[in-house]
């Protein structure tokens, strides 16, 4: 092995090393430095492996409303549809909810806080969040217990939405009880009846 | 008397440690399953491979006896969630051994890192891309090329449409 240079190939690093480098970095330093750093860290930065995990959380509570779309649309298809987590809050129209759940495939962990989604949205998408193991909806105040309740009765035509709570209220028992969200919806009215919640 | 497996490095010095600290290395495990004791690492150089088997040995240690029944539960909660965040350590002790450990210079932590991803050291691929990372965050490009001897392969024109790309996104700050 040489050892004599001391300058190792950063730039030829396999592009999911440099994603993982990349992905602990902040939202504005990963779209606007690391591209222009060299060719290699562009690519890497405009495919999937910088987008298994899409946090733009923080982001998104000071962007306006096209911005949020199209930085949803950005990264979800950067990511090729491969991300496992998406944190994002004030989403508010159900072509965003729509176009999650288009590319939910490998989605396990979705966190909407402060999102306008409603009983109608979530019955609507919640069939394609087949993989889902972790939800927070906090401070969504238009979500009801009937949103759960109704699914629960056997009303409605799809019964993915069930299992959905199935899976969720299952993780329930293998989390501690200090991280879930769900603290924060039992101390609003509208709050839904189901205990777990 | 502990199992002792023998590593030999690219350069031929070999180096015996205990089964249990070779076994950070999923390789290595793999391998020695198939009655193979003496492994040869062509690819790690013996400066490298001192420096992987000093953090196998703390880590082997640790995770033998663990100091706090919370640290042991921890590593268990977070082994059985279907993704691994960062920051598997939770044992503050560990973690203040791993940030002295990684105190080294770009070129030693690349050859670590390549290393502890070809022997499969999960933890020890994770410490060193964020100890990376830290070292990125908050430079501008060229500072980041200077540090880590990165040649800007970009022409000028193509430099420029790149800082206006994304800038969209972050003219509300």
Redesign the interface.
Known sequence: MAEGSDARAWEELIPDALGLIFRNLPLQEILTVIPRVCKSWSRVVLGPYCWQEIDIDEWSQHCKPEQLDKMLHMLIDRSCGSFRRLSVSGLHTESMFTLIADHAGSLQRLELPRSEMNDAIVKLVAPRLCNLTYLDVSYCSKIGACAIEANMSGQQENVAAPKLNERILSSLSKRSVDVHPWHDLETSKEAPLCSMW | MAKMIKLVS??GAEFEVEEEVAFQSKIIKDIVADADDVIPLP???S?VLIQVIEYCRKHAAVNSFPLSPSSSAAAA?SS????SY?KPVSDPALRAWDNEFVKL???SL??I?IAA?YLDIEEL??LV??T???R??????QE??RQ???????TPEE?EA??R??????Q??
């Open positions: 690219g350069d690819t790690v150089s400066k909660a059985s969630s279907s993704i960062s210079n770009n070129s690349f050859d890192v991803n691929v994770d891309l964020e990376v990372a830290d990125i965050k908050g430079k501008q490009a980041i090329r880590f001897n990165i040649e800007n392969d970009f430099e790149l800082r790309e994304n800038s969209w996104a972050f509300n700050n």
